[in-house]
């Protein structure tokens, strides 16, 4: 068995680290690294309006082609064949950028590699929307949303706000654009490889009827006077220009940024206009130095989830809540407590707002899981009489977001509508609406059962039981939307359900613990590829990782004794010096299946220490 000696001076090395990191402000403030999109829209949209910034553009391409494949593609995790829609997008940003040309040995196997899979035409539609606004694509024949759709009340069977905030406030950009088929010249691209293709039909599903049906539909609603279609015009403009933030970006995201610039410019806004400057300015803001002469553009920050959870998982290392470092990062957390009623209040308009966003500037998007993550990190100070107002409001709102079903969802409360997941276009099962999940659920209950008298049967803890005894797979597991993924979602139902009491002996917490052990790999480790949240089947990796595996552990230790092979074998992986870069390098976090998946570089910090400080405890 490992020596608690060892793994405490585990534990003291990675807090003396974390004490040394920590910014002057309280913060930690590591990288979201998503894939290549976000470096390619913006070189694209420095490019088209003409922004002097040349050496960020270059940096920017720099990142881009040192991720290219030998092969000649890009991939959105390593273990990928392939990926075509982002290595359309790196294609086509490296040719902005002006350094790449056509001819060259890599452009063509990149060239190749896309044609051989389907072309520009089977890329995912928010690149052909990106290449249609720079006059890269064809528009449909047929391409019209009537912004009209945001004047249908919040009360009515179907409207705006059944989308997800985050379908919502990428929609409606697009939309805007989309419908005017709006489109820039792109003088620095002379290529006919893009304007070659034939329109194609931008709908994807296998339901025709449905397409058809939801086309004619649009096609009456265009009919409509003018007067109204220039109102949705109008509140869709107005619905953008009062979302965005102190730093110029919409609802803190880089994508919808650049697509509200595109959206602004179709509405006839100069491209010199404060507005877009702001967020042209907030954009670049999001850029990070990872290696010499690249930059990174995240896509948010994740400044107040990182901090949070770092300063969560110090001191269930043991470091003391009066600590200068836990002092100082709750101060940062407490000072970006939301005060807006956002876009969530729509379906839970009695709570005064309390929530926690996820980037250092957000002030209007809360969520669910940064909410929890800042509460833990607050309760032990709290406990003494400081934030407790803070702590108190939080609480209200995260307990006053359960869906009518049981379960904890994302960022609203009872936006979970089966009519919108069949919406013809990529990703909208995964995207259009924001039901509730099992690592969301699990989360959300873990917190309240660990630092608040909750158990389960309590009216709230025990729908949540319900909703998560309910969404076991057959084989034991639970499925996480936000992580990778049938790990990530077990260990957040595994411990949700032992935070209120569920006892371990009980049936579906033995078949978790079975299916566990039975997917642990030889070196004592856990690895799951990205292509589960594709498959929404189970998927291995063919190595370990290191958040999975403390996932992983975690859940057992909630489970079993320590003493049991499958943990000491877990710990050890864990206490290795050093471990190889898939381990630490592979995306483990899920922003949208299929297209963009996530490396938190905070991952490897704060998911070990957590784990092996429970393991220390048990």
Not at 37 to 55: G, S
Request: charged share 20%; glycine share 6%.
């Amino acid at each position: 068995m490992i020596s608690t000696t060892t793994v405490q001076q585990n534990i003291q090395k990675r807090i003396a680290e974390l004490r040394k990191w920590q910014q002057s402000d309280g913060t930690w403030r590591f990288c979201f690294e998503g894939s290549i999109m976000t470096n390619a829209f913006v070189i694209i949209l420095l490019r088209t309006l003409q922004v002097k910034e040349e050496k960020v553009i270059k940096q920017l391409a720099t990142y881009i082609r040192n991720r290219q494949h030998p092969n000649g593609y890009w991939n959105t995790a390593p273990d990928e064949k392939g990926h075509l829609t982002s290595t359309v997008l790196a294609y086509t940003a490296l040719l902005y950028a002006g350094d790449e040309q056509e001819s060259d040995e890599h452009m063509k196997k990149a060239k190749k590699f896309i044609e051989q899979n389907g072309g520009i035409a089977k890329a995912h539609f928010m690149t052909k929307w990106m290449l249609a606004v720079n006059g890269l694509y064809k528009w449909p024949s047929f391409f019209y949303i009537p912004m009209s759709f945001l004047l249908i009340p919040s009360y009515s069977p179907v409207n705006f706000f059944d989308l997800s905030a985050y379908a919502r406030i990428h929609f409606v950009p697009m939309m805007i654009a989309a419908n005017k088929k709006f489109s820039l010249s792109s003088p620095r691209i002379s290529s006919s490889f893009f304007r070659t293709h034939e329109e194609d039909d931008w709908l994807v599903g296998e339901d025709r009827s449905f397409v058809q049906l939801l086309t004619n539909e649009m096609k009456k609603i265009a009919a409509l006077p003018v007067y109204i279609h220039e109102k949705g015009y109008k509140e869709a403009e107005n619905y953008m220009l009062q979302r965005i933030e102190r730093d110029g970006t919409l609802y803190s995201y880089v994508s919808s940024t650049v697509f509200m610039i595109y959206a602004l410019l179709a509405l006839g806004y100069d491209k010199r206009t404060p507005v877009i400057r702001h967020a042209l300015k907030g954009i670049l803001e999001h850029a990070k130095s990872l290696q010499e002469n690249e930059l990174y553009i995240e896509n948010s920050t994740s400044t107040v989830w990182d901090t949070s959870l770092l300063t969560y998982a110090l001191q269930e290392a043991g470091v003391e809540y009066h600590d200068p470092m836990i002092t100082a990062a709750n101060h940062y957390l407490v000072r970006r407590q939301h005060d807006a009623y956002g876009d969530w209040s729509v379906h839970n308009s009695h709570i005064p707002p309390g929530g926690w966003g996820f980037s250092d500037s957000n002030t209007l998007n809360p969520d669910l899981d940064d909410t929890s993550a800042v509460l833990r990190a607050l309760t032990r100070t709290s406990s003494k009489g400081s934030f407790l107002l803070n702590w108190t409001k939080g609480n209200a709102w995260l307990l006053s977001m359960q869906n009518r079903d049981g379960g904890f969802a994302a960022f609203e409360k009872n936006t979970d509508s089966s009519v919108l997941t069949h919406l013809p276009l990529d990703n909208a099962k995964d995207a259009a609406t924001d039901p509730a999940t099992a690592d969301l659920t699990g989360r959300v209950l873990e917190y309240f059962g660990t630092f608040t008298d909750m158990k389960q049967h309590h009216p709230t803890a025990k729908r949540a039981v319900q909703w998560l005894l309910s969404h076991q797979e057959k084989n034991g597991s639970w499925y996480g939307r936000w992580g990778t993924c049938y790990i990530y979602g077990t260990w957040g139902a595994v411990t949700g359900l032992r935070a209120v009491g569920v006892e371990p002996t009980q049936k579906s917490m033995q078949r978790a613990a079975s299916w566990l052990k039975s997917i642990q790999n030889d070196d004592g480790g856990w690895g799951e590829s990205c292509q589960s949240a594709e498959m929404k089947k189970y998927i291995p990796l063919s190595f370990s990782t290191v958040s999975q595996t403390a996932w992983a552990l975690d859940a057992l230790l909630a489970l079993l004794p320590k003493e049991d092979e499958a943990i000491q074998k877990g710990v050890h992986f864990l206490l290795k010096d050093a471990h190889k870069k898939e381990a630490i390098y592979y995306p483990t976090g899920i922003g949208l299946p299929g297209q963009f998946y996530i490396r938190y570089h905070s991952y490897e910090h704060i998911y070990p220490l957590l784990a092996l400080s429970h393991y220390q405890r048990a």
